[in-house]
Every structure is written in structure tokens, then in C-alpha cells.
């Protein structure tokens, strides 16, 4: 029996993005499990639309008893994205909206969900000449700030941190694991994270590429870009109105989660069970604080993870928060989509 608060404010977007097939998938002629319908709706591991007793014009006896049911599940988001859209198109459906709520004074998170290989650094990202998200929303977010300059003065920092194995390092200064605090007016603080102010939002770039060459990654047999550690970047503002002198502090923060696939699919054994169990752990977290947020339950687990912990003042309360699913389309990742689109279904606000 759950308790309900009357008034539920939070904001969860929840948001699917399909990747293209890779060389990989399209070399080994992979089947297509995810059938997009709309802009918002989806259907994974759809029936196969050709006659099932035919195949290359012959008569396939019994071939429906020996094949497996598909699914057919239908899922619904706030938006999805398929296999076509650029990161611009992601960037101005997704979280361009968050800049008027945060520089009206409410915090705001978004996250990068999904399998290693998924595209949730492609998102965040990108890469030279097509950049991602974090970019894009900077850059709109300077663009903001330079048009609202008369009636409001803006001081702006940012810092990158990766959580790995429930530690906390800063990524842009080498230093020992930092600490978290609670601080009463100012909410949750890493003790000793470097906050670096910007001015334009290309210097974020080389700033973002300095944190990415200190990310602990790990290679596993999934996946040689396996990055099993949460890489965080949040951006700070004060907010003083010259009109009546009120100073407002707000928060960006911006997510690529490790990968969601479970310890077990990676042949992770002995050394790695810890870092999976770890990574489990702050995903799962995070999945329970925002399945009771979007549900109008009252107990938001933040305890339970490092970062849900670091985000308590970022999510629940008037906090937007925006959680981008990364899937790939391919019959050889069935069970991560799965997975994810399930994950992603929690989230959403009932
Ligand atoms: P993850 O960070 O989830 O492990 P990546 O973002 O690194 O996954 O994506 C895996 C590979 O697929 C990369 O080579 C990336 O460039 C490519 N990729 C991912 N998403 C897209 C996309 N939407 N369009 C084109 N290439 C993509
Ligand atoms: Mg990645």
C-alpha cells in the first residue's frame, strides 16, 4: 500500500532512441525487433508480415510449431526516435524545453539509459562534426542566458564525475574518491570537485574531452568499449535578477549511465562481479527513485545508490527530469532492448 502525495510535480519524460543496424547486424543478417510505428509508439519483436508457411516459395511444414511466438509488445513513450533521427533532431525534441524551466530557477536531469553499444554516448556526445546533446544544450543555454542578460546577471560552472564501483572521481582533476554532503542550503555537494566556470560553450569541448581520456573503462567480451562506470556532468548557475536582487542556484545535470546489461551476459566472473553488482545497484536505484516519483510515491529510495544520492536534489520535487532509452534494432541485442524498454516503461508517469 503505497502513500500518494496529492501533488506529484514531477516532470519524467521518458524518451526511446533506436540506433541505425551497425556492420556487425547488417553483415550477419539480423532480423529487425523493433517496428516503429509512430512518433511515440513502438512495437518489439512484431509477427512476421510474410506468409509463414512459405519460405523462397516452398512449403514450410510444421514451421509454426517449431518456432517460438513473438511478442508483440506495444509500448508507448513520450517520444521515439528512430533509426534516422540526428543527434540535432534528439537535441530539439528532447532537452531544449529544459532550458526555460531551469533558468526560470528548477533543477533538471537527463540521462543516457541503454546496453553498452546501444548509442547512449552518441547521444550525449556524439562525435567531431556531429556533437551531442550536452553540446547542443549548452550552447542553447549561452544563447538564453545572452538574451535574458538585461533583466538577469548569470554565473556559470560545471564539473564532469564518473561514479565506478560506487566511488566517486572527479574527472577533471585527478584526486582520490571524493565525498558526498548534504548540505542544507545548498543541497547535495562532492567535497572537492573542481567546478570550472565557462563563458561559450566551446570550451565545454575540450573540457569534455579531457574527463572522457580519464574514464575508467574496461574491456569485456561484449563489447571493447564496454564503459562500466556513470559518467555525470552537471552544470551550476546562479541566477541573480537585476530587478529585485534575488539570487536563484540551479543545477543541470547530465547523465551517460554505465551499461545496462546484466554481469551475467558479459561473462563478467570473479574481480568483475563486484563492479556488476555495483552498477546494478546505483541503475537500480535510480530506476526505483523514478518508477516512485512518476507513481506519486512518497518514500523516494536516494540512500540506496551513490548516484541517486548525488541527484536527490535533482529529481522529484519541480525538477524536470528527461530519460533518453538507447536501443539498437537488431534480433542480436533482443533481450538489452528488452530489457530496456521495460526498464523504460517503469519510468513512466501513471
Ligand atoms: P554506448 O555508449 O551506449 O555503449 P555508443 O554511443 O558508443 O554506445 O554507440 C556504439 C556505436 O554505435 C558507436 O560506434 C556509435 O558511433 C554508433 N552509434 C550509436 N548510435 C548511433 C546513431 N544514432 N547513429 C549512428 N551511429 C550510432
Ligand atoms: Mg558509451
Known amino acids: 500500500s503505497a502513500v500518494r502525495s496529492e501533488a506529484a510535480q514531477t516532470n519524467i519524460k521518458v524518451i526511446v532512441r533506436v540506433r541505425p543496424h551497425n556492420e556487425k547486424e547488417l553483415q550477419d543478417n539480423f532480423k529487425t525487433v523493433v517496428k516503429i510505428i509512430d512518433d511515440r509508439m513502438l512495437v518489439f519483436d512484431p509477427k512476421e508480415e510474410e506468409n509463414p508457411f512459405f519460405y523462397r516459395g516452398v512449403v514450410q511444414k510444421g514451421r509454426d510449431l517449431l518456432k517460438k511466438q513473438n511478442k508483440e509488445l506495444q509500448f508507448v513513450f513520450d517520444k521515439v526516435f528512430d533509426m534516422s533521427t540526428s ?26 539509459y541503454g546496453a553498452t553499444g546501444a548509442g ?32 538577469k546577471g548569470f554565473n556559470l560552472g560545471v564539473s564532469y564525475l564518473e561514479i565506478y564501483n560506487e566511488n566517486v572521481q572527479d574527472l577533471l582533476h585527478k584526486v582520490g574518491p571524493l565525498h558526498l554532503r548534504e548540505d542544507g542550503r545548498a543541497g547535495v555537494v562532492v567535497a572537492g570537485l573542481k567546478i570550472i566556470s565557462i563563458h561559450n560553450a566551446d570550451e565545454l569541448l575540450s573540457l569534455l574531452a579531457k574527463g572522457n581520456k580519464n574514464r575508467t573503462q574496461h574491456a569485456t567480451d561484449a563489447n571493447q568499449e564496454s564503459s562500466r562506470s556513470h559518467a555525470v556532468f552537471q552544470v551550476y548557475i546562479n541566477i541573480s535578477s537585476k530587478i529585485d536582487g534575488q539570487v536563484k542556484h540551479v543545477k543541470l545535470s547530465m547523465i551517460d549511465l554505465a551499461g545496462s546489461e546484466r554481469a551475467s551476459a558479459t561473462g563478467c566472473k ?63 541485442s533482443f533481450e538489452d532492448t528488452y530489457n530496456t524498454l521495460r526498464y523504460a516503461n517503469r519510468a513512466k508517469k501513471i
Open 87 to 112: 543527434n540535432l533532431d534528439v537535441f530539439e525534441g528532447s532537452t531544449k524545453e529544459l532550458i526555460t524551466s531551469l533558468l526560470d530557477g528548477y533543477n533538471c536531469s537527463v540521462f543516457a
Open 120 to 151: 547512449k554516448t552518441h547521444t550525449m556526445l556524439g562525435k567531431e562534426g556531429d556533437p551531442g546533446i550536452t553540446y547542443r544544450t549548452m550552447a542553447e543555454l549561452f544563447a538564453e542566458m545572452e538574451l535574458q542578460k538585461d533583466a
Open 270 to 332: 570473479g574481480a568483475r562481479f563486484k563492479e556488476g553488482a555495483n552498477i546494478n545497484k546505483s541503475l537500480l536505484a535510480l530506476g526505483n527513485c523514478i518508477n516512485n516519483l512518476a507513481d506519486g510515491i512518497k518514500h523516494i529510495p536516494y540512500r540506496d545508490s551513490k548516484l541517486t544520492r548525488l541527484l536527490k536534489d535533482s529529481l522529484g520535487g519541480n525538477c524536470q527530469t528527461v530519460m533518453i532509452a538507447n536501443i539498437s534494432p537488431s534480433s542480436a
